[in-house]
Structure formats: C-alpha cells, structure tokens
C-alpha cells in the first residue's frame, strides 16, 4: 500500500457555502442592440457614408412634403397627369365603335382630351359615366391600350317614333323614354305620336295595329286623347275616332264598310266609332254644302211635283 500525502485541501462533497451573485446591469432587447450598436459604429466612423447623401436626403425630403402638400390640396392627379405623360404616355390614338347617332367630335369632348392626357392616370371608370351622359348612349365601354391608345365601344339606344308634346318634337324609345328632341328630317319615316301619356302608351298601342298593316301604313298621326283613347289621323285628313276598350272589334267594323263602301276614300272628314252600337261618320264642309244643296234641290223637286198634281 501506498500513503499520499499532499497539501492539497480536500474537496467537500456537501452543498456548495453559496449562490453566485447575480448581474444587475440592464440588458436591451434584440432589435434595440442593433440599432445602438449601428449609432455606435456611425459616432466611431466604422460606417462610410457616401458624399451627398445629406443633400439627396433633404430633396427627399422636399420631395415628400411636396406629394403630401398636393395630396390634401387635390393636385395629386394633375401631377400624375404631367409626370406620366412627359414619360411617355400621353393619350394620341382614340379608336371609336358602335357610334351611329353619336358624333365623335361629342366623344371626344365628353372625355376631356386635349392632347396632354395620361393614358396612365385616366380614370376609366369616370369616362365611362361621361359616355353614358350622351342623349344616345345606353352604354359605354372604354378600355386602355398601352402605350397611347384607347378604345371606346358604344351601345346606343334605338328610336322607336316621334313624340308631339306640346310645341316639341322628341325622339323617343320602345319603352317611352325621351332619346333626344328631333333636330332633322332623317327619322321622318318614325310613326309620329301626339298628346298626353302617347309616349308610353305608343308601343302597345302600335301592337294592336299591326293586325292593320294597310289602315297602320295611312296613319300620319296617332294622337291620345284625354290619355285615355286614340284617334287616327290618315294621310288624306280623314279622322277615325276609336274607342277606349274593344279596339279589335272597332277596326273589324272599319274594315267592313271599307271593303264595302271604299268608306276612307270618300269626301267625310271623320268616323267615329266610339259607340258600339252606333257608327257616326262627319262629312266635309264641301260634301256638307253639296249634300245640303242637293236636299234643297229635291225638296223643290218633291214640292213643283205635288203642287202639278
């Protein structure tokens, strides 16, 4: 056996007497450290920073006060209008379709153009509602074609006859609605309607008639009376009054002593056929004289052959 001696002092092997003490400084989160060890290394000159940076830094600046500046005094479109168009997008080509009754010298003005206008900051949407504004317009389209170029494609509405409403004449649609006051003779060949409520009452109306193509050809003017029922003024003067209700079976009388009597094409002045059980017909002043001169004549006749007897 061997005995080691040393001076050694022995281990305990019990608890240690103590704790260590702990750090009392302030530790800065992660994403602080970063940027104090970046102001650190600014204030040291470890950080090379370019010439001109400060001026570019303030034109940045004015740069941003500027925008903001033009943003609250409502300039922010003009200066996009300007910028985008010195870049190379101002607006030269306008490509037009489905325009009939609608002029392009309209669209053209509709849309504001002046030869300065940014293609990149027209808004489509605004033009569209201009377009719609149109008398003609029943709707619009407008699509954008890089780099200078923009596309208009228009429905318009379609004229259906001619309304007198009072000392105007307006064009009007199927459904009623006023398309715009007549200005030429080209839509001559519309039926004409005249009077009160005529505009929408005009197409179911022109239904009932189309059973009468030949009386519907000699019609110069439907006219509403009252809004309530209709006259026909033909070509050639004569008046047909109808009725309110029961038009089909007024036109089948009509067509009777037409077919029979060649009625229209006599010297009367009108027929009334409001009465279901009666038929009026109203001669013209000149057939109303000779009719009359006519019964003189007769009755003179009649009165020299009973005083020989």
């Known amino acids: 056996m061997f005995a080691l001696n040393g001076n050694k002092a022995p281990v305990s092997r019990g608890r240690p007497s103590q704790y260590p003490v702990a750090d ?20 040291t000159g470890r950080i090379h920073i370019p010439r001109h940076t400060g001026t570019a830094g303030v034109f940045v600046l004015f740069g941003a006060v500027g925008l903001y500046g033009m943003s609250l005094g409502g300039h922010a479109d003009d200066f996009a209008q300007v910028t985008t168009a010195a870049a190379g997008f101002a607006i030269e080509k306008v490509m037009i379709s489905g325009n009939v009754q609608t002029s392009e010298i309209d669209i053209l003005q509709m849309l504001g153009l002046d030869g300065a206008t940014s293609l990149v900051a027209l808004d489509i949407e605004a033009a569209r509602r201009k377009l719609a504004d149109l008398p003609w ?100 003067g004569v008046v047909i009054k109808l009725p309110e209700s029961d038009i089909q079976q007024a036109l089948v009388l009509l067509h009777r002593y037409e077919q029979s009597e060649g009625l229209l094409n006599r010297d009367i002045a009108a027929v009334d056929l409001r009465l279901h059980d009666r038929t009026t017909i109203r001669l013209t002043a000149d057939a109303a004289q000779r009719r009359a001169s006519a019964v003189e004549a007769r009755a003179k006749a009649l009165k020299k052959a009973g005083g020989q007897t």
């Open 137 to 236: 317009v029943e709707n619009a389209q407008v699509r954008k074609v890089y780099p200078k170029t923009i596309e208009v494609t228009l429905k318009e509405r379609e004229a259906f006859g001619i309304w007198q409403h009072g000392t105007e004449l307006s064009l009007i649609e199927k459904n009623g609605s006023v398309i715009a006051p007549l200005r030429d003779n080209k839509f001559a060949s519309l039926p004409l309607f005249v009077g009160r409520d005529a505009d929408s009452a005009a197409a179911d109306f022109l239904d009932e008639m189309s059973s009468w193509p030949e009386l519907k050809a000699r019609v110069r003017a439907f006219v509403r009376v009252a809004g309530r029922r209709w006259d026909l003024h033909l070509d050639n």
């Open 24 to 43: 009392d400084r302030m530790v800065l989160p992660r994403p602080m450290r970063r940027v104090v060890r970046f102001c650190v290394s600014l204030a």
